[in-house]
């Protein structure tokens, strides 16, 4: 075994916060006080576009109450940045490794932050810097490879579900003056968010009762004419949409007047968005009193309906990313492995980070239904385990 | 002491549903089944509105585990209207009363549906017919009179002070990329709940920095000041506003092109609303990236941030309701009592449904700051204890 190496542990939060993301920080706080060749642990301050600017935060010793303090906290506790690495922002980062004795290195985030964590490890071997870096993974959207699902996810979708059940049985309570619900959930690309609204589905007049998901092409027509059957079957129609759905010729829904973020892309979160839209559309269309719940940010900063699979897991794979790498392991980022059991439970793995940098995982095929207005039972096997224990169930008068 | 009459017990349901609206029928069932004067228990489905339809439900025995079960049940279970009852309704109600032998009538509501069994009331007393009415206060809005608060509000509040600290954090973590969120809460007329967005900050940094209630014009000149202020300040501004904000011309914020619901009133939920508008507004104005959350129905159907304290005592004045009517009470809404003691503890009082009816109880001035744009210390002090037992606690590094 490799004697390893004595120095500096820098962790760093990237992206959208979620509401466990603080649990892999103590994750990785926690194990790596138990090493000795861990001496100080620094934070970056707003991930890696704080630490360009010379922002590395002294973590002292924390205490293990302050670590499950931590660990309960949603959003990220050191700060974010959504922050494209630059070339020339490299040989910068070098030298901070350097001036500070970086040996250890951690970036928790998703696509972007694992290509980020993948060139540093790149640069550090070709520069013959001894350090270990590894990724850690989250995302409410679910979106990276090679990993069962992703922390943060299981709990952002407990809140979709949850949600859902439960303005579904005010919209039924409301009949008689609601017509339609039009939920607008977080995934941009990746459905998998919406997908969840129907986790909790157990009956026909449960919501929700239509799905549109990104991962296909959205038909005006169609929506308005499902709608329509919908509203005659049970005289209220509960729609959940993921807010990136567009249409044919690849347009968002609702964001015609919208303006651009820092990136060059369609700010959603700055437009009318697709549910306000559709809920007008139906109103014109179908003469229906239709309204529209887009909760934004409070999906992903929800602290009272974590699941505590999704904590316990956030938590596993920051620990697990400092015993790798103080092993010797350096340029992965930690996986969650599905047990073959009945009973749900993962274990971690490993993947490549050059694998796993920018690709995008879509909700498959066989998790959505023909007409693609719905999820199939197979996506619900999949996702249930993954909303955690004590799910609500709600009683319904014959 | 008088003999309670014999008969049936006839609850229903209406106007907005409340996380806990259903503790309050199960606290009515649960207590009707232990009295023997009251023969069979009937729900109206869909409020008045049903009942006038002929719509009464035989509710049979209800097991203890079913009644937790309801009561833990959000949105209301036997449906609910939104019924303005008409004065040529009110012999059809006595012929249905008359047939089905009703002695105890429940309803379930707020400040219209307080007017509603005031009428009835006013109504059997008329025409000699011997039945014993009760109104049950619920209102996520908290604006009914006479009671200490409402029923369902405290539930509402929490979700409210919750999703504000969680977004609050996100917001502070993303302030390299996001500068302002404002968050829409429900609440026409009264600001309770908006103001509610402040019980848990306990810091310069935590949200809500701004808070504008229905109770104060909307100045948008003063609102981009002081969002310009903080922003300086801080690095990033958390914004909460009542949907009903209105203008000096009493024109509500962002509701221009807002359709009319069956009341004629302007539709909030059916308009792009002001927390949509001002983000809008603060992006054109200062250059800033504002998005907004809106809830929606989320706020008054979440079933797992439910105040305990709430649910308690939303059961509380259903049993109570029934306790007293088959004492000889009629015409009365059951209130709720805060106890002088320094621990927090409401009993239970009544308060005549005449005095009750139609009147709204908005946030007094000492509640709200002298700017305008914050709530008062007098105002935590008040509905801090409403929201139950363990709250969040987040760690914040140093």
Not at 226 to 245: M, R, S
Not at 267 to 292: D, F, W
Not at 359 to 375: H, L, S, T
Request: hydrophobic share 40%.
């Amino acid at each position: 075994m490799v004697k390893a190496i004595e120095g500096n542990l820098l962790v760093g939060q990237s992206g959208g916060p979620t509401p466990v993301i603080n649990a892999s920080l103590a994750g990785v706080i926690s194990e790596a006080q138990r090493h000795s060749n861990v001496k100080t642990i620094y934070g970056m301050e707003n991930g890696i576009e704080g630490l360009l600017q010379g922002k590395l935060k002294k973590i002292p010793e924390m205490s293990e109450k302050n670590i499950q303090l931590l660990a309960s906290t949603p959003a990220s506790a050191l700060g974010s940045c959504r922050y494209k690495v630059q070339d020339d922002d490299y040989p910068k980062l070098l030298q901070i490794f350097k001036e500070n004795n970086i040996r250890y290195f951690f970036y928790i985030g998703g696509n972007d932050s694992m290509d980020t964590c993948n060139k540093i490890a790149k640069l550090a071997e070709a520069e013959g810097y001894e350090m270990y870096v590894m990724g850690v993974p989250k995302t409410i959207d679910n979106d990276l490879p090679l990993t069962d699902h992703c922390p943060g996810f299981g709990s952002a979708a407990r809140f979709t579900a949850v949600s859902t059940l439960g303005t579904g049985r005010d919209l039924e309570a409301m009949k008689t003056f609601d017509d339609v619900t039009i939920v607008e959930i977080m995934g941009r690309h990746a459905g998998w968010l919406a997908a969840s609204s129907a986790l909790l589905k157990r009956d026909v007049k449960d919501a929700p009762h239509l799905i549109y998901l990104p991962e296909r092409t959205f038909k005006m027509d169609k929506f308005i004419e499902d709608v329509k059957t919908v509203h005659k079957e049970l005289g209220y129609v509960f729609v959940a949409i993921g807010e990136g759905i567009r249409d044919e010729s690849g347009e968002f829904i609702g964001a015609k007047n919208a303006v651009k973020d820092a990136f060059g892309h369609i700010a959603i979160a700055l437009s009318e968005g697709p549910a306000a839209y559709l809920a007008r559309t139906v109103n014109k269309e179908l003469g229906l009193q239709a309204r529209y719940n887009r909760s934004g940010t409070i999906q992903r900063a929800y602290s009272e309906s974590v699941s505590d699979a999704d904590r316990n897991e956030a938590f596993m794979v920051g620990q697990k990313a400092v015993e790798l790498a103080v092993k010797g392991e350096t340029g992965k980022m930690v996986t969650l492995v599905r047990g073959e059991g009945t009973e749900y439970k993962c274990t971690t793995g490993t993947a490549s980070l050059e694998k796993v940098a920018n690709v995008e995982k879509v909700v498959p095929d066989e998790f959505i239904n023909a007409e693609g207005n719905f999820v199939t039972e197979a996506f619900k096997e999949y996702a249930l385990p993954l909303l955690g224990s004590n799910l609500p169930e709600y009683y319904r008068f014959k």
